[in-house]
């Protein structure tokens, strides 16, 4: 089946620590999106990738850092830096008619 | 100032009648998109209905209608025959043209419940 993977679906860390969020699609779809959400708020846009090798930060992107080597891959990793890290975060690719598509998140606490 | 505006923190509807969602929006590039995406308390984001700026019909998707008034800038969703299944929380976006790179710009939220 073709798809957005997102994983793991919960992740827990302990403050001072780097992590690293998993996104997998296999829709060859060339952009792939990072989205944070908040409780009770809509989502705002961390990364993006329009091509393997490049990547462009968005609205939100200090304390985080990410890596396009692959087309299908598009990791993110939540640094020290980040100051308020507990939150869900979504990954996202789209299609040639701009349309979104979004794994199904993965909600990281970091204590 | 905010470019998508959804006034409605929650709305009620009972099963099988219609209910409006409201957005609007702001943005001074004539090529856009508007997007309306279901979150559910699973938290992941489905994906409901697209309308371009450009284009002359309204969207339609099943029971899922977007009402676009570009002069009025408003692109509000419309459910038919609600089901409890419909309860979740309705984000509204826009793709806006030009260098934005596809980035989506969502609006607050709107929690929908349907009751029996």
């Known amino acids: 089946d073709g798809g957005i993977t997102q994983s793991p679906k919960y992740l827990f860390r302990k403050e001072g620590q780097n992590v690293t969020l998993s996104c997998e699609q296999n829709l060859n779809h060339d952009a792939m999106y990072w989205y944070r959400q908040d409780p009770g708020q809509g989502l705002r846009l961390i990364y993006y990738?329009?091509?393997?090798?490049?990547?462009q930060k968005g609205d939100i992107a200090e304390g985080y850092s990410v890596s396009r080597e692959k087309k299908e891959s598009f990791p993110l990793t939540v640094t020290s830096a980040q100051k308020n890290p507990t939150a869900f975060y979504l990954c996202a690719s789209r299609t040639g008619k701009n349309e979104q598509y979004f794994g199904p998140g993965t909600r990281l606490t970091v204590t | 100032a905010q470019k998508i505006t959804q006034t409605q923190p929650g709305m009620f509807v009972q099963e099988k009648e219609a209910v409006t969602l409201d957005c609007t929006y702001d943005t001074s590039d004539p090529s856009y998109g508007l997007f309306w995406y279901k979150q559910p308390s699973s938290g992941e984001m489905i994906f409901l209905i697209y309308?371009?700026?450009?284009?002359?019909q309204n969207a339609t998707e099943g029971r899922y209608s977007l009402n676009f008034q570009k002069a009025r800038k408003s692109a509000n969703l419309v459910i038919s025959a609600s089901q409890l299944g419909d309860s979740a929380m309705y984000f509204c976006a826009m793709r806006e043209g030009g260098t934005s790179y596809g980035k989506l710009t969502f609006g607050q939220g709107t929690i929908l419940t349907v009751h029996p």
């Open positions: 309308q371009g700026s450009y284009d002359q």
């Open positions: 990738s329009q091509i393997v090798n490049d990547f």
